[in-house]
């Protein structure tokens, strides 16, 4: 036989894989890079009796520790608590991440940014538009090092979405508190914070959802109406447990946030979101698979849905539903740019 020439041998062997490879992936997207096989679970809004929650900070800490969590935020009001007997609690299972909530009004606007992983005690800027009062703190968290969450828009709808779309250079939002009266679910004219969410989403914003507790009551009854742990929580995937790690990677959308479903994977690559939910006693689940604006593009009862992404939506993400009524949220799948157009 004869001997094939060099060149048809380095198109066969390489140029043509790489062509079948660009063929294959018509679409680029940016995928979030999910580092390390371990899940964080954690809470980033909590406060102490240090502002107007009713324990102490090692009280709360031992609350979080107690009750399955590796990481926590206080987040007191304008103040960076630092309690050495909380610091005790800490060890290779369970970390204390620094915060602070940037607490002021605008008017009769409470504005209210989350400051996670700060090195030091972050005092509120005020600014002569609402707009200017969210933008001007969330550049001091950011200018300081941290890690800016903008909290419970609709409490007393403060921070409607022509707010927040104005609003540049933050990634994470609160999509669900644990706080009994922050009007999470809108009405009356007003949309829901997920609706916001989609809305900002649909406007090419690249922002995550955190579900968090904000906290105030660890004594006495536990009641839908008292501002209790335990309800809202995000799960982290970070290379390892300590506070650079966890906030890289909420930085990086590593992370699910839950009211009660747990995930024991997702897998996304350029074709797929993939999810594996974990299966808990007899519990059914629902997952809805969310495009631009808002809308379900599919839906699954598997326990492994997969949704395959095409060049149709700016961006997509997921919802898992379980039959007690807990839900998870899978950050968004950012469509990044469409190479055969
Ligand atoms: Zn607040
Ligand atoms: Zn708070």
């Given at each position: 036989?004869?001997?094939?020439?060099?060149?048809?041998?380095?198109?066969?062997?390489?140029?043509?894989?790489?062509?079948?490879?660009?063929?294959?992936?018509?679409?680029?997207?940016?995928?979030p890079?999910?580092?390390?096989?371990?899940?964080?679970?954690?809470?980033?809004?909590?406060?102490?009796?240090?502002?107007?929650?009713?324990?102490?900070?090692?009280?709360?800490?031992?609350?979080?520790?107690?009750?399955?969590?590796?990481?926590?935020?206080?987040?007191?009001?304008?103040?960076?608590?630092?309690?050495?007997?909380?610091?005790?609690?800490?060890?290779?299972?369970?970390?204390?991440?620094?915060?602070?909530?940037?607490?002021?009004?605008?008017?009769?606007?409470?504005?209210?940014?989350?400051a996670?992983?700060?090195?030091?005690?972050?005092?509120?800027?005020?600014?002569?538009?609402?707009?200017g009062?969210?933008?001007?703190?969330?550049?001091?968290?950011?200018q300081?090092?941290?890690?800016?969450?903008?909290?419970?828009?609709?409490?007393?709808?403060?921070?409607?979405?022509?707010?927040?779309?104005?609003?540049?250079?933050?990634?994470?939002?609160?999509?669900?508190?644990?706080h009994?009266?922050?009007?999470?679910?809108?009405?009356?004219?007003?949309?829901?914070?997920?609706?916001?969410?989609?809305?900002?989403?649909?406007?090419?914003?690249?922002i995550?959802?955190?579900?968090?507790?904000?906290?105030?009551?660890?004594?006495?009854?536990?009641?839908?109406?008292?501002?209790?742990?335990?309800?809202?929580?995000?799960?982290?995937?970070?290379?390892?447990?300590?506070?650079?790690?966890?906030?890289?990677?909420?930085?990086?959308?590593?992370?699910y946030?839950?009211?009660?479903?747990?995930?024991?994977?997702?897998?996304?690559?350029?074709?797929?979101?993939?999810?594996?939910?974990?299966?808990h006693?007899?519990?059914?689940?629902?997952?809805?698979?969310i495009?631009?604006?808002?809308?379900?593009?599919?839906?699954?009862?598997?326990?492994?849905?997969?949704?395959?992404?095409?060049?149709?939506?700016?961006?997509?993400?997921?919802?898992?539903y379980?039959?007690?009524?807990?839900?998870?949220?899978?950050?968004?799948?950012?469509?990044?740019?469409?190479?055969?157009?």
């Amino acid at each position: 036989m004869r001997r094939l020439p060099r060149v048809l041998i380095s198109f066969l062997f390489f140029i043509v894989p790489v062509l079948f490879t660009s063929c294959q992936k018509p679409y680029e997207f940016d995928l979030p890079d999910f580092p390390g096989s371990r899940w964080y679970k954690g809470n980033t809004h909590t406060h102490t009796f240090f502002s107007d929650g009713d324990s102490s900070p090692e009280q709360v800490t031992k609350w979080y520790k107690d009750h399955g969590y590796q990481f926590l935020v206080i987040s007191d009001h304008n103040l960076l608590t630092v309690s050495e007997k909380a610091d005790q609690l800490t060890d290779s299972t369970f970390i204390l991440i620094t915060g602070d909530e940037l607490t002021i009004n605008f008017e009769k606007h409470p504005v209210h940014i989350n400051a996670l992983n700060i090195s030091k005690e972050l005092k509120p800027l005020t600014d002569t538009t609402l707009v200017g009062t969210i933008q001007k703190n969330v550049d001091l968290v950011n200018q300081s090092g941290g890690l800016a969450h903008v909290n419970h828009p609709n409490f007393r709808w403060a921070l409607n979405y022509e707010a927040l779309s104005k609003t540049n250079n933050y990634k994470l939002l609160e999509i669900y508190s644990g706080h009994p009266i922050v009007n999470d679910f809108g009405g009356g004219g007003y949309p829901s914070v997920e609706q916001m969410w989609d809305m900002l989403l649909s406007d090419g914003k690249r922002i995550y959802g955190m579900a968090v507790d904000d906290a105030h009551q660890f004594k006495g009854e536990f009641a839908p109406h008292r501002v209790n742990p335990g309800r809202g929580w995000v799960m982290v995937r970070a290379a390892s447990l300590n506070g650079d790690n966890i906030v890289k990677s909420l930085d990086a959308g590593a992370f699910y946030s839950s009211t009660g479903v747990v995930l024991d994977d997702i897998i996304i690559d350029a074709k797929q979101i993939k999810i594996k939910i974990h299966q808990h006693s007899d519990f059914k689940y629902r997952t809805e698979f969310i495009g631009d604006g808002g809308q379900v593009l599919a839906e699954s009862e598997e326990i492994n849905p997969v949704y395959t992404l095409n060049k149709a939506q700016k961006y997509v993400r997921a919802k898992v539903y379980d039959s007690m009524g807990a839900v998870a949220w899978v950050q968004p799948v950012f469509i990044k740019k469409e190479l055969n157009q």
